[in-house]
């Protein structure tokens, strides 16, 4: 079992930069792929990026490449967002999820255990 806590969501203007922590439970969380997806008021959920469980490979959405950085630090058993030049499309709650076992990594599907999600909001 895995519990995953999100924090660090809030409210910015267009150009600033936020941080995203997501803390998990749990022993195994090096075995973990991680990924953080968004939820746009209105909208499904989207992938928003993801890291292996070593740290060693990233994919993200291209509307944020350039702008955000997923990273891990497997002592702390925690996962971070990175997200600098925010635009208000990026306002959405923001979740991190995990699972042991991911295929292209890209899918909410993919991952059974997600935190309560982080709001952003990024005024213009």
């Known amino acids: 079992q895995v519990q995953l806590v999100e924090s660090g969501g809030g409210l910015v203007q267009a150009g600033g930069s936020l941080r995203l922590s997501c803390a998990a439970s749990g022993r195994t969380f090096t075995s973990y792929a991680m990924a953080w997806f968004r939820q746009p008021p209105g909208k499904e959920r989207e992938f928003v990026a993801r890291?292996?469980?070593?740290?060693?490979?990233?994919t993200y959405i291209d509307s944020v490449k350039g702008r955000f950085t997923i990273s891990r630090d497997n002592a702390k058993n925690t996962v971070y967002l990175q997200m600098n030049s925010l635009k208000p499309e990026d306002t959405a709650v923001y979740y991190c999820?995990?699972?042991?076992?991911?295929?292209?990594?890209?899918?909410?599907?993919?991952?059974?255990?997600w935190g309560q999600g982080t709001q952003v909001t990024v005024s213009s």
């Open positions: 999820a995990a699972d042991s076992r991911v295929l292209t990594g890209l899918n909410p599907y993919e991952y059974g255990y």
């Open positions: 890291i292996s469980w070593s740290g060693g490979s990233t």
